[in-house]
């Protein structure tokens, strides 16, 4: 790759309510734009527009959009609490990172 070539990245992120509300595991590859539809409720009807999932509190990087969907799908299959830990793990004050992706 060259240095003028733009590097892939795909993102597996979480978004929620409140802390320890209602989940909504995704991917995608343009997560600021992802992050803005679930936070102005442009994807209806949609699971995050019923239950006001605006809060991003979690998000994973990759560079393989295959390694990204396989690691969504295992999220999704976790149990609650594993995913409560996760987020608990890397950001325990549940805070919304939506200033931190939006630069």
Do not use: C
Not at 13 to 30: A, E, I, K
Request: hydrophobic share 35%; charged share 30%.
């Amino acid at each position: 790759m060259s240095a003028s070539e733009p590097e892939d990245r795909y993102y597996v992120y979480l978004m929620t309510n409140r802390p320890r509300g209602t989940f909504y595991v995704g991917v995608t590859s343009d997560l600021v734009k992802r992050v803005w539809q679930h936070r102005t409720h442009q994807l209806k009807p949609s699971f995050t527009d019923r239950y006001n999932l605006e809060r991003l509190v979690w998000v994973e990087q990759y560079r393989e959009v295959g390694v990204a969907i396989q690691r969504e799908k295992r999220i999704k299959r976790w149990r609650r609490d594993w995913k409560i830990q996760l987020v608990e793990t890397n950001n325990p004050e549940w805070r919304d990172l939506w200033n931190d992706i939006s630069f």
